[in-house]
C-alpha cells in the first residue's frame, strides 16, 4: 500500500494542505499515522477522491481524464442539492464551504449519477474572471 504525504495527496487532488487536514479530522479522508504521529494518506484514497487512478505520464503519453481538459480551474467538492425541472437539473456543489450552482440537462446529471453527497468536480471555463478583495 503506498502510502502520500498530506502535501502530496493534496496537490494529487487539487485542494489546498489545510483542507485535506480538515477532511482527515473529519473523517472525509481515510488516513494513516506513522509512529511519529504524522498522516499518511493511502493511495487508494486520493483515488477515490480524485474519481480516477492517477497516471505516471512520460512525455509521449496523451493526457486522459482530467488532465485532458483545457480548463485549469477543477475545484471538487460534494453534491448538496439536485432539483429537477424538465429537461434541466439545477446542481449544487459545496467546494470547501462555498458553493457553485450549474444548470446542467437532465439527462447529463442522471448519467453522471449526480445525486446528494456524490463527489463531483465543477470545472470552471470563463474568458474573464473578476477578483475582488474579500
Not at 485542494?15 to 487508494?44: D, E, F
Amino acid at each position: 500500500m503506498e502510502l502520500l504525504k498530506p502535501q502530496d495527496a493534496a496537490r494529487m487532488i487539487n485542494v489546498s494542505y489545510p483542507t485535506i487536514k480538515q477532511w482527515i479530522y473529519q473523517g472525509k479522508i481515510r488516513s494513516v499515522k506513522t509512529p511519529g504521529g504524522h498522516h499518511r494518506i493511502p493511495l487508494s484514497e486520493v483515488e477515490r477522491f480524485s474519481g480516477a487512478k492517477q497516471k505516471k505520464r512520460t512525455a509521449s503519453s496523451k493526457p486522459s481524464g482530467l488532465e485532458a481538459i483545457s480548463g485549469r480551474n477543477k475545484l471538487l467538492g460534494t453534491v448538496t442539492d439536485v432539483r429537477f425541472e424538465g429537461l434541466l437539473a439545477q446542481v449544487t456543489i459545496d467546494i470547501g464551504g462555498q458553493t457553485i450552482t450549474s444548470i446542467i440537462t437532465r439527462d447529463a446529471c442522471e448519467e453522471l449519477k449526480l445525486k446528494k453527497g456524490a463527489r463531483a468536480f465543477a470545472l470552471i471555463k470563463a474568458t474573464e474572471v473578476m477578483v475582488i478583495r474579500g
